[in-house]
């Protein structure tokens, strides 16, 4: 499985940035970045930028997994998919809508 992890870019030396926690990524995929961006990572590659409260909501589920793992409780850590009903991603509901049985 694979997981991506929210981590701030400190420093930037051409397709190299240095993240807040001294990791270096690659920023090829996302071009350039200014420090202070926060950016999802796998594998270290940068894949995404994204936003600040983006990057807050990946890491309270990476927690709530780490404590349910750890045999604890999920808490609020994924209060934001609470009392909503599931939604599919625009491209496979627009594929059901259209009666595909298949994406």
Do not use: Q
């Amino acid at each position: 499985m694979c997981v991506g992890v929210p981590m701030r870019i400190a420093a930037v030396d051409g397709i190299a940035g240095t993240t807040a926690y001294g990791e270096m990524v690659d920023l090829s995929l996302t071009g350039p970045v200014a420090p202070g961006t926060w950016v999802l990572t796998h594998l270290g590659s940068a894949r995404e930028v994204i936003s600040a409260e983006e990057a807050r909501l990946i890491a309270d589920a990476l927690d709530g997994l780490r404590s349910v793992m750890a045999g604890g409780g999920a808490g609020g850590a994924f209060a934001d998919l609470e009392n909503r009903d599931p939604a599919l991603p625009p491209h496979l509901e627009a594929a059901r809508a259209a009666g595909k049985r298949e994406a």
